[in-house]
Structures are given as structure tokens and as C-alpha cells.
């Protein structure tokens, strides 16, 4: 398969939640994919878009919608999570692109619900960590929430925070500015 490098395929996914323990019969299950194509030589944000999945084996919590304004009413007409992997592989290629977002938390997500269905992973092996690569070029002894580095970074939030779709576009940005002030080092 032919890697493609004229597109990072940048991704923010959110959750099933609850404010302390998850629930005995329920479990963390994707209810949204946040997505942004992101041209890494020019930065441009070629699109921006929400996939609403519907979950199997959890509800949507007070707390959830509090935090994402995502309702259960909503995410029951979304798409199964069969369906949002297959225009991940097929759509954005994400078998083939190099794919991104804001630490380890959505590709460990995205293993853990395909090994526990039984569907193919979305996704090339080459994920960017933008956290990690944030904390290493800033030069920082600890990592930042995805905010609190956008603030650091001089970067407007755009959107509501903790919606996939704002949060993938926002985080393309940050990502563009990062790989920028990476090349500028000239190291």
C-alpha cells in the first residue's frame, strides 16, 4: 500500500464519560470523530468534520453532555462504529495517510474499540503524537492539555472545546504552527 504525504488526517474523538467511576455495566465507547485534513506544506485546513457514532455499550451521561453538548438523543441517530471506521479507511485513506492528534488517548481509544468489535483499525502505524511533539519542541518538563498549549502557542480556540470536529481543527493548527517553528530551528 502507497503512503500518502500530501495530507496529515488530524483526528479528535469524544467519549462516553462520567464525572467519577465509569458505571459497572457500561464502558468508554466513541460517540464523536472530530476530523480535519490538515496540507502540511501550506497549513491549509482543508475540512472540517463531525462523524456522530452511536454507542453499544454505554449511555451518554449528564456529565458528558455537560462537557461535550452531545446528547444520547443525538448520538442514537448517529452511525454504527463499523460504519465511521469504513469512511476513515475509504474516504480519508486513513490506512495510507499519516494521521494525528493530541496525545495518545484517541489511538489507544480507536485500539481498544476495534480489538473489542472485531473491525479493522482505520489507520496507518504512523500516528504524530502532536502532545508529545508540543512538549518536545516548546522544550517543556511536562505536557499541556490541548487548551492550555493553544494559549501558549498564541492560537485562538475556534469553536467549543471538547467537540471533535472544533477540537480536530483547532489541533491541525496547532499542529501547522508547531512543524513551522520546528523548520525555523533549522536543526
Not at 495530507?7 to 480535519?36: A, F, Y
Not at 472485531?118 to 504512523?126: C, D, K, R, V
Not at 499541556?144 to 480536530?168: N, T
Amino acid at each position: 500500500m502507497t503512503r500518502r504525504y500530501d495530507q496529515i488526517l488530524v483526528v479528535d474523538i469524544e467519549c462516553t464519560c462520567w464525572e467519577r467511576h465509569t458505571p459497572p455495566d457500561q464502558e468508554n465507547e466513541i460517540i464523536e470523530i472530530g476530523l480535519c485534513m490538515l496540507k502540511p506544506a501550506t497549513g491549509e485546513r482543508v475540512e472540517k468534520r463531525s462523524l456522530l457514532v452511536r454507542p453499544e455499550r454505554s449511555t451518554v451521561s449528564d456529565f458528558c453532555t455537560s462537557l461535550t453538548t452531545l446528547t444520547q438523543a443525538q448520538v442514537e441517530r448517529g452511525m454504527s462504529f463499523s460504519e465511521a471506521c469504513l469512511i476513515l479507511e475509504k474516504q480519508y485513506r486513513g490506512r495510507q495517510r499519516v494521521w494525528a492528534s493530541y496525545g495518545d488517548y484517541d489511538r489507544q481509544q480507536f485500539e481498544r474499540q476495534c480489538a473489542a468489535r472485531g473491525i479493522q483499525y482505520p489507520f496507518s502505524p504512523s500516528h504524530l503524537n502532536i502532545k508529545t511533539l508540543f512538549t518536545l519542541i516548546r522544550g517543556m518538563r511536562h505536557d499541556l492539555g490541548m487548551a492550555q498549549a493553544m494559549e501558549q502557542m498564541q492560537i485562538p480556540l475556534e469553536g467549543r472545546h471538547h467537540r471533535g470536529d472544533d477540537d480536530a481543527w483547532n489541533t491541525a493548527a496547532m499542529l501547522h504552527q508547531l512543524l513551522t517553528e520546528r523548520k525555523d530551528l533549522h536543526l
